[in-house]
Nanobody, 125 residues
Framework: QVQLVESGGGLVQAGGSLRLSCAASGRTFSSYDMAWFRQAPGKEREFVAAITRSGSNTYYADSVKGRFTISRVNAKNTVYLQMNSLKVEDTAVYYC??????????????????WGQGTQVTVSS
């Protein structure tokens, strides 16, 4: 079992920044890959970013590339999502997810084994 708890969401103006955190517990954090997804009202959940268990490789959706950075500190059992130059269209509930099996289809939500409860990010114009 893995428990994931997101934090750091909030209301920010367009062009601003936020940093999301996801604290993990239950299994050795450095043994699994992590990702961030988001879901806007009336839309499907979409991939945002992923990071391998060691942190050596990162992957991004085209819509956030160059603006968002995913990172992890295994000693703190935490993964982060630094979001800069936020846009109104980034408004969504953001979820972190854990993949315990090393599936390379990182953009597919159904490969992830555990999910957090989500944190709301609202970007105003």
């Amino acid at each position: 079992q893995v428990q994931l708890v997101e934090s750091g969401g909030g209301l920010v103006q367009a062009g601003g920044s936020l940093r999301l955190s996801c604290a993990a517990s239950g299994r050795t954090f450095s043994s699994y890959d992590m990702a961030w997804f988001r879901q806007a009202p009336g839309k499907e959940r979409e991939f945002v970013a992923a990071i391998t268990r060691s942190g050596s490789n990162t992957y991004y959706a085209d819509s956030v590339k160059g603006r968002f950075t995913i990172s992890r500190v295994n000693a703190k059992n935490t993964v982060y999502l630094q979001m800069n130059s936020l846009k109104v269209e980034d408004t969504a509930v953001y979820y972190c997810a854990a993949d315990l099996h090393g599936d390379r289809r990182r953009q597919l939500s159904w490969i992830y084994d555990y999910w957090g409860q989500g944190t709301q990010v609202t970007v105003s114009s």
